[in-house]
């Protein structure tokens, strides 16, 4: 399933007030849906269509990182949250590939810190896989 901008998710929105709020304050918002999302070729893949990237960009560890630390392609915006949605099978099914992704994000995370555009991102936690 695609995420979308709005925080529509097979769950029937369930995060958009959260992402309505976040929106108020000048913020984008955007939900990385993983369900179903078994290998590296699939998270990249999911990462690219969510993240709107641009075509020429790799699907590989380092284009991603590039790329979140590079938003040029994107409207000016304050700041930008990515809501990390049903990422539990993603983690179980290849776990080396999702500590990766955590350190690319962590790593767009710390290179926005202190600067007038910000960047986070953050993990739904849920009790169902």
């Not at 969510?50 to 990182?65: Q, V």
């Amino acid at each position: 399933m695609q995420a979308t901008e709005n925080g529509e998710t097979g769950e029937g929105g369930a995060f958009a007030p959260v992402l309505e709020a976040v929106r108020s304050t000048g913020w984008t918002s955007t939900v990385l849906d993983l369900d179903g999302v078994g290998d590296k070729a699939a998270f990249l893949g999911r990462c690219a269509d969510a993240l709107a990237l641009p075509g020429w960009t790799g699907r590989n560890w380092d284009a991603l990182a590039d790329s979140l630390k590079d938003l040029s392609w994107l409207p000016v915006a304050r700041g930008r949250l990515l809501l990390v949605a049903r990422w539990r099978g993603f983690a179980d099914a290849a776990p080396a590939d999702w500590r990766a992704a955590q350190d690319v994000f962590a790593s767009a995370e710390a290179h926005w810190r202190g600067r007038a555009e910000g960047f986070a991102v953050l993990l739904s936690v849920d009790t169902g896989r």
